[in-house]
T-cell receptor, first 112, second 111 residues
Framework: DGGITQSPKYLFRKEGQNVTLSCEQNLNHDAMYWYRQDPGQGLRLIYY???????QKGDIAEGYSVSREKKESFPLTVTSAQKNPTAFYLCASSRQAFYGYTFGSGTRLTVV | EDKVVQSPLSLVVHEGDTVTLNCSYEVTNFRSLLWYKQEKKAPTFLFMLTSSGIEKKSGRLSSILDKKELFSILNITATQTGDSAIYLC???????????FGQGTRLTINP
């Protein structure tokens, strides 16, 4: 079955550590996106990529980094520079964003 | 700056009531407006609207877009406890090729 897989579902890290969230899709979609969601809030765009080896900053990119070396994969690294990293992270992909996204099931990151 | 604003942010009603959720937007290059329902994890797609005045309907849910006044509404009639969720409105920005989301409306349906 085609879809997006995010792993892990839950992640706990100590303050000051970098952590990488995985996002893999087998839908042959060109575009991939990372969003952050805080409790009771909407989604805020962190980074997005329209093609391999290219990506753009979203509205809240500070403290995050990404890579897009393969079409299927768009990992997100939450660095120690991110002041408040505890949140729910959603990855999405689209063939044409006009028709909406396919979402992964999310990773809940807790920094203690 | 592209902005999508939803209201109310939170709503509690009784089963059987009808609710209306609002979404207004100010964006540079509008292409379409989408509604999503989020229960636990990933948002699920409800509607995509591109033209003014044409109602989209799916069972008890319906939505309409007004491109002159820059807003959309999502109606849910005869609500059920299973309608409890966060409802997200998003606008697709042409050129930038991305969705900008509103803050969401948390809807709670009490039996």
């Amino acid at each position: 079955d085609g879809g997006i897989t995010q792993s892990p579902k839950y992640l706990f890290r100590k303050e000051g550590q970098n952590v990488t969230l995985s996002c893999e899709q087998n839908l042959n979609h060109d575009a991939m996106y990372w969003y952050r969601q805080d409790p009771g809030q909407g989604l805020r765009l962190i980074y997005y990529s329209q093609i391999v080896n290219d990506f753009q900053k979203g509205d809240i990119a500070e403290g995050y980094s990404v890579s897009r070396e393969k079409k299927e994969s768009f990992p997100l690294t939450v660095t120690s520079a991110q002041k408040n990293p505890t949140a729910f992270y959603l990855c999405a992909s689209s063939r044409q964003a006009f028709y909406g996204y396919t979402f992964g099931s999310g990773t809940r990151l807790t920094v203690v | 700056e592209d902005k999508v604003v939803q209201s109310p942010l939170s709503l509690v009603v009784h089963e059987g009531d009808t609710v209306t959720l609002n979404c207004s937007y100010e964006v540079t290059n509008f292409r379409s407006l989408l509604w999503y329902k989020q229960e636990k994890k990933a948002p699920t797609f409800l509607f995509m609207l591109t033209s003014s005045g044409i109602e989209k309907k799916s069972g008890r849910l319906s939505s309409i877009l007004d491109k002159k006044e820059l807003f959309s509404i999502l109606n849910i009639t005869a609500t059920q406890t299973g309608d409890s969720a966060i409802y997200l409105c998003a606008v697709f920005i042409q050129g930038a090729q991305k969705l900008v989301f509103g803050q969401g409306t948390r809807l709670t349906i009490n039996p």
